[in-house]
């Protein structure tokens, strides 16, 4: 009896103690099989029409005019086909070049704004003909650009005599439209009142955002006077705050001044923070009246960090250095992703247009383009979509995305048929797309931008057979452009 307690108290354990590390073994080295793999599926009928794709690939900036960037940038940025080009912050993407803004071009605020010697236009001439030439249309902001300068500002500041801006504003228009000074007839159409006015004291130095409000319906008033054939609008608002998008609008609405656009910015990587502010100040026009203004988002990137890091005002300078760089910066496959879902998923809001920030900038970070001039994979997205709406502009019924997920797709008179599918951080185990209103069987032309060090999209072929397209397994984020053979419908 004493060796069978013995062997239960000192034995067994030690038993106890091997199954268990067998067990442990087990469980961390047998792959955990999932009853559950996700299988996507998307629906596309190509026999199914519902409008045209809207042009929501606009940017801010032209080509740069420096010497040695411009060639590059010219054919790069006409390669992308741009939708409506944005000018703001044009002298930060220039250096020394007197361009677009009031100051630049007006430079004395004591002369006569009748006297057309006293505007200083051939640098934004040619700034202006850059970009028409590449077949884009403009929107002509107003006013200056952003100062990020310290210890003051200089010239983002509320203009003393609106009476007088208003005057010269009118000058900038006449010049470009009517030909005056020596000018053009351009027909811009869209001329916006200003920039970011809520944004002190980088745009603006007063915090009662109704001298803006007095400030635009001014100008607004006075430009359609002689102008009424151009589209103002207004308030280039940071941020998409119903309160103040209200008070501006219901000011519009007691002055009875017209009001042909609303414009707001958003930074974030917030997908939803794209694609829902678009309905509630749709709703928002509309109790006011303004049922025909158009809805102009133009400011907009994905951003990874807090405005504080941003800014430097939370000291992370590493935080902020890193920001560009690598998958999940604002330039790598995350941004990537996430400009082609909110261009897809836009198509079913009331946004009209939209303006990407930025085409290019001297600083690396929130450009298309590096400072040599090489593209980021972001630019390959809106060239994608450019190619797109352009050759396949007839959007058609795609069904089945879930969250995270966007898949767009267009047809042609001639039988064009492009589609572009984008996954913004998921996964899947097996991504198909059905295919009706196509032949069952043929083969597509693919590419796609995907994570790593290739900036380049991975161009390749692909067989489909039956009506399934099998674009194999998702593993985060993705771009996928995928054109059908010609005359393929």
Request: charged share 25%.
């Amino acid at each position: 009896m004493k060796k069978e307690v013995f062997y239960t108290k000192a034995i067994r354990p030690a038993a106890f103690l091997t199954a268990a590390l067998a067990l442990i073994c087990i469980i961390f080295t047998t792959p955990v099989l999932s009853n559950e793999e996700r299988q996507i599926t998307l629906s596309v009928d190509f026999s199914a029409p519902v409008g045209k794709i809207k042009p929501v690939n606009g940017t801010n900036l032209g080509p740069r005019l420096i010497t040695s960037k411009y060639n590059a940038h010219r054919e790069l940025f006409k390669n992308a086909r741009f939708g409506l080009v944005r000018l703001h912050d044009a002298p930060w993407d220039n250096p020394t070049l007197r361009l677009v803004d009031v100051h630049m071009i007006f430079g004395n605020m004591n002369d006569d704004p009748a006297d057309p010697a006293n505007y200083y236009f051939d640098a934004t001439d040619d700034y202006v003909k850059s970009i028409l030439d590449a077949g884009a249309p403009i929107m002509y902001r107003l006013g200056v650009s952003i100062e990020h300068s310290a210890p003051h500002t200089y010239f983002a500041k509320e203009p003393k005599d609106i009476e007088k801006t208003a005057e010269i504003f009118a000058g900038i228009v006449r010049h470009y439209n009517r030909g005056w000074a020596n000018g053009f007839n351009c027909g811009i159409e869209y001329w916006e009142i200003w920039n970011e006015p809520n944004i002190i004291p980088m745009m603006w130095d007063n915090a009662d955002f109704t001298a803006y409000c007095r400030f635009y319906v001014s100008v607004a008033k006075r430009l359609k006077r002689e102008f009424p054939e151009i589209k103002v609008g207004g308030p280039a608002l940071a941020g998409s705050s119903e309160e103040t998008l209200a008070q501006f609008v219901d000011y519009c609405r007691k002055e009875d001044a017209p009001l042909d656009f609303c414009s707001w910015h958003t930074y974030t990587s917030s997908l939803s923070e794209m694609t829902d502010p678009p309905a509630v100040i749709r709703r928002l026009l509309d109790e006011r009246g303004y049922t025909k203004t158009e809805l102009h988002l133009d400011e907009w990137h994905f951003l990874n960090l807090p405005w504080g890091v941003v800014q430097g005002r939370d000291g992370d300078r590493q935080a902020h250095q890193e920001m560009a760089r690598g998958d999940g910066g604002i330039n790598g496959i995350d941004a990537s992703a996430f400009i082609a879902c909110t261009l897809a998923l836009w198509q079913d809001t009331p946004i009209d247009s939209a303006n990407y920030y930025a085409t290019s900038l001297m600083e690396d970070e929130w450009g298309l383009f590096d400072n040599f001039g090489y593209p980021y994979k972001t630019y390959y997205v809106f060239q994608g979509f450019g190619e797109l709406i352009t050759f396949a502009p007839n959007r058609i019924r795609c069904e089945g995305a879930p969250e995270n997920f966007a898949i767009l797709g267009g047809t042609s008179d001639a039988g064009a048929a492009r589609l572009m599918i984008a996954s913004f951080k998921e996964k899947a185990d097996s991504l198909k797309v059905r295919l009706s209103g196509i032949p069952e069987s043929g083969t597509v032309r693919v590419r796609s931008i995907v994570p790593g060090d290739r900036i380049e999209p991975i161009e390749s072929t692909l067989d489909y057979t039956d009506g399934i397209l099998d674009l194999g397994p998702i593993t985060g984020s993705s771009v996928k452009f995928i054109e059908f053979s010609q005359n393929a419908i």
